[in-house]
């Protein structure tokens, strides 16, 4: 009993740097935020004379009440979708394919993938300059003159630099759903793909002896067995949207009217570019929020399913 | 399988493969082309031909301003890599074969940090990184680097040490060992491909990480990453300066990709089944 106890101690002391780090940095900066975010230090010089002035809820109502952040939310909820969509259809069709090993599917598989490896800082820099580089917002050219050489003048619009939006989707968005989904759906793809290489093949084949068609072998047997691992694609590519700070960053800014705001990027700005640490605290809990409403309720079933 | 499949068939999953193989490397298209062009020959009219003669002017010029931030990224990414790992390898040693009661609850604890958005915490982390007067430094940079690494590279080593059986920490244990040497003599040792995967995964994320960069560097201390977004800021915006910088950027990582690919998937996929 003795040598167990002095057994947890020294366990205890092996973890206890990344404990206490965590404590400070995960727990203690999350409550400070919170703090911050019901304080009145909005301004510069409240902040410096560390003003205890608790102002409750404020921040957060004249936060949604506000139509930057409003537009924020809608841009969020729009990105996340079509990125999610995107990235499902291309990577599943892709992994669809590569699965049945046709010749120089290796090849194929790691182009796809590539992206991955690379920031999206990067990313952001070469989409801007595909889809408007130049001055704008006049006219942007690049992808644009490609159509226009290509002979398909139909295609052309303002990509990011629209200000158009339909039924609260900023159409501006559209380009920078590109870039992530060019990001991403190799993330899907090969995740598809592992799951697609452990499935029985006689299971398969069985089904297809019985008649089966390519889409109901696809809808009736391989999406049921794949759809955990779809789920936490969704989860993955969810999270990665709320964060997608950097792409916007190095893309796009916030745009025109905010036509490629996220909370993200409101965030940074509020709080290290105009001095207004409470708005920018509350931004950042909204966040932290939204992530929690996706994550803990599946995190609560994979530890169930454990 | 292939052989069953008509010529049709083929030829409509061969024309999908190429289409989207297109979608994949236009970008790579542009950022090559480009790079490779003179200032003069840079104009948007122009910006979809390949280079009339080559120049590495553009990467020349890249490579003046960025080398600072080149090495900035590699001083910050080669210790915050090693750190991490070798941490979360002993974090995840001892969280699965030297539990004690509330080890699992700690577990969670440490893993909630792996989703949080970091906007969440960014403010206070600056104002702190100031008052212990590591704000703007690399070595700053590196303990966040580390420290928001942890529940990440721990759970993969956990998740990897869960298949070591018990029995044979239980032997080692008979036989006298203690917990440092079972570490030091069997966990570690078999843990080499393990540790290539963090490697390869923390590299990747720290090396292309920007929020953190923007937020916690001076000029001086910069990471490639931050640097990369600034050359866009100049008044007249040099592409083929700007297209050799994002190559710069990308090339370390990418380079990583092609020699390690299998191991870069795998800790993609480990990273991604979380919990």
Not at chain 2, 7 to 19: C, F, H, P, S, W
Not at chain 2, 222 to 240: H, K
């Amino acid at each position: 009993m003795k040598r167990k106890h002095k057994e947890s101690l020294t366990s205890i002391a092996i973890l206890s740097p990344s404990i206490i780090t965590l404590a400070i940095f995960v727990y203690g900066f999350i409550s400070r935020s919170v703090q911050i975010s019901m304080l009145d230090w909005d301004t510069f010089a409240n902040f410096m004379r560390k003003a205890k002035d608790y102002v409750g809820l404020e921040n957060y109502i004249s936060l949604f009440t506000e139509s930057r952040f409003q537009t924020d939310l809608w841009n969020t909820l729009y990105f996340t979708l079509f990125f999610i969509i995107g990235c499902l259809a291309i990577g599943i069709l892709l992994s669809l394919i590569l699965n049945n090993k046709p010749r120089g599917g290796y090849f194929f598989q790691n182009l796809y993938l590539f992206p991955m490896a690379i920031s999206f800082v990067v990313t952001g820099t070469v989409w801007r300059w595909i889809f408007a580089p130049g001055r704008l917002p006049n006219n942007p050219r690049g992808i644009n003159l490609l159509f226009e050489q290509l002979g398909l003048q139909n295609l052309q619009w303002g990509w990011f630099t629209s200000t158009n939006s339909f039924l609260g989707f900023n159409v501006a968005l559209i380009a920078v759903i590109i870039a992530a989904i060019w990001q991403y759906s190799g993330y899907t793809m090969a995740m598809w793909l592992a799951g697609l290489r452990g499935i029985d093949q006689q299971l398969i084949e069985a089904a297809r002896i019985d008649g089966a068609s390519k889409w109901q072998i696809f809808t009736k047997i391989l999406f049921p067995i794949q759809k955990p691992i779809t789920l936490s694609a969704i989860i993955v590519l969810a999270h990665v949207s709320l964060k997608a700070f950097a792409l916007i960053y190095a893309m796009t800014g916030s745009g025109p009217n905010n036509v490629t705001d996220i909370p993200a990027v409101y965030m940074f700005e509020a709080t290290f570019r105009s001095n207004r640490y409470s708005t920018g605290s509350a931004i950042a809990i909204v966040l932290l929020m939204m992530v929690g409403l996706l994550i803990i309720p599946y995190l609560v079933n994979s530890f169930k399913e454990e | 399988m292939d052989d069953k499949m008509t010529t049709q068939e083929k030829i409509t999953r061969y024309a999908v493969l190429i289409v989207f193989a297109i979608f994949f490397l236009i970008p790579m298209y542009v950022l090559i082309s480009t790079s490779l062009k003179s200032f003069s020959e840079v104009s948007i009219n122009t910006m979809w031909q390949l280079p009339s003669s080559i120049s590495i002017e553009g990467f020349k010029e890249a490579f003046a301003k960025l080398a600072p931030n080149v090495l900035n990224s590699f001083y910050l990414v080669i210790p915050a890599t090693l750190f991490s790992a070798i941490l979360g390898s002993l974090n995840g040693y001892v969280l699965s074969h030297w539990k004690f009661k509330g080890s699992d609850t700690l577990f969670a604890l440490i893993l909630f940090g792996m989703f949080i958005p970091y906007q969440s915490i960014l403010f206070p982390l600056v104002q702190f990184m100031q008052t212990i007067g590591l704000y703007g430094s690399i070595p700053g940079l590196i303990l966040v680097h580390v420290v928001y690494g942890l529940p990440i590279t721990t759970l993969m080593f956990r998740n990897y040490y869960q298949d070591v059986p018990d029995a044979l920490t239980e032997a080692a244990k008979v036989d006298g060992a203690n917990i440092f040497s079972i570490y030091r003599h069997i966990f570690f040792p078999i843990s080499i491909p393990s540790f290539v995967v963090v490697f390869i995964w923390q590299f990747t994320n720290i090396w292309n990480e920007f929020l953190f960069a923007v937020t916690l560097t001076d000029t001086q201390s910069q990471p490639i990453t931050v640097a990369l977004t600034n050359l866009a800021g100049s008044q007249v915006v040099e592409w083929n300066v700007q297209m050799s910088g994002a190559i710069i950027t990308a090339l370390p990582t990418l380079l990583v990709y092609i020699i390690f690919g299998r191991y870069f998937i795998k800790g993609m996929l480990a990273g991604s089944v979380k919990g």
